[in-house]
């Protein structure tokens, strides 16, 4: 029997990859115009990482990795989500010793156990942004305009941005109580996760799907936010106003991850199945000190690769394709065909795209290739070309067809 793919796993073919790269060069230019420089940190660390960075009650942690013990027997995961693994690399090499704040990216593979299904797979792909060491307002809400930016430069219509504040830890303790007091009379009727959620994290309750009926007129954690945090939270909406980014407040945001203090956030969009949540991201600033590192703050979002995909597809939004073939060569006989093979070097080395034929195809196959591949020029060299030391190139689309010389064959497919 043949093997196949993981179950969760994709395999990104030729004809879907350029689809990949437009959406990745597209992530890189947006970084270059907010300032964000890219790092590329491991696909596995040491599983405490996530523990303490994730959180040990999240599912993420507690269902989802990968964990595997290596020949050291040390306990390794593949990164369930990008943030843990970029805050240890910023801690590791000391990037708050610098002087401006550290603005950094990734785009990359991530992996959660999770039940496959429309926009949920095991391995997945994240454009991230991290932000480190400041706690201003308007860097929040640049973060969330980015993505907004960035949603809508790819031609997605409809996305929304919910936002929420999940407050800092002292007035999370508060609304915790009054979570677990609203929720007692209750707690024997709630799912089991959520009889275990109602001890050690009971805001997760609120995002339970089983369970929503429950929490109708539970409290809201905005009504529990001190001074810093609802001074927080009014500024990052004041900047996305006046960046003309519309948002909607939704209290019962809880996202999925432990690390989050103040601002959380997600992006919204329709076409994705059951799934409407495309990403988030949120404000961070107890995460650097708890992986061992000054007290800095930080600030991101990761977006999901699968799930701009699936929505581009979904709303029909056509995608620019690779790059063209400049040219398809033919030669006719062992001569030419020895000439082809230099010339077709030269062509490339001057960085244009051109091909032909290795599998001595007769010349009707050799065209249909080259219709195939939308070759915008087809470059044939017969017993009469090689005589004269000439090339015959046939633009494809008008039919048209000139002479030139070896020599100028280069200059000829560049002007055009
Ligand atoms: P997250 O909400 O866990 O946040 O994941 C972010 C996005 O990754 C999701 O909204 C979705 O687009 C994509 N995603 C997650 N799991 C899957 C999956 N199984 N299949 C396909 N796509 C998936 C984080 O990961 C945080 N690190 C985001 C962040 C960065 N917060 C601050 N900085």
New binding site residues.
Partial sequence: MSIQKPKGTQDLLPGVVEKWQYIEEKARDICARFNYKEIRSPIFENTELFQRGVGETTD?VEKEMYTFLDKGDRSMSLRP???AGVVRAYVENKLYGEPDIAKLYYIGP?F?Y?QPQA????Q?H?F?I?AFGSTDPSLDAEVIAMGYLFYKELGLQGVRVEINSVGNPSCRSVYREELQKFFAPVKDQLCKDCQSRYDRNPMRILDCKKDQAHGVGAPSILDFLDEECSTHFEKVQRHLTDMGIEYEINPRMV???DYYTHTAFEYKCAGIGAID??????R?NGLVEQIGGDDQPG??????L??VLLVLEAQAVAIPAGRPLDAYMIGMGEQAEAEVAKLLFRLRAAGLTAEKDYQGRKMKAQMKSADRMQARFVAIIGDEELAQGVIALKNMATGEQVKVTFEEMVTALSDK
């Fill in positions: 993420i989500e990008g943030t991530m959660r999770e926009g949920r797979y095991r997945f994240q991230g991290e996202r999925g991850l949540t495309i990403s988030g991201g949120g961070y600030v991101g979002f990761g977006l999901g699968e799930r």
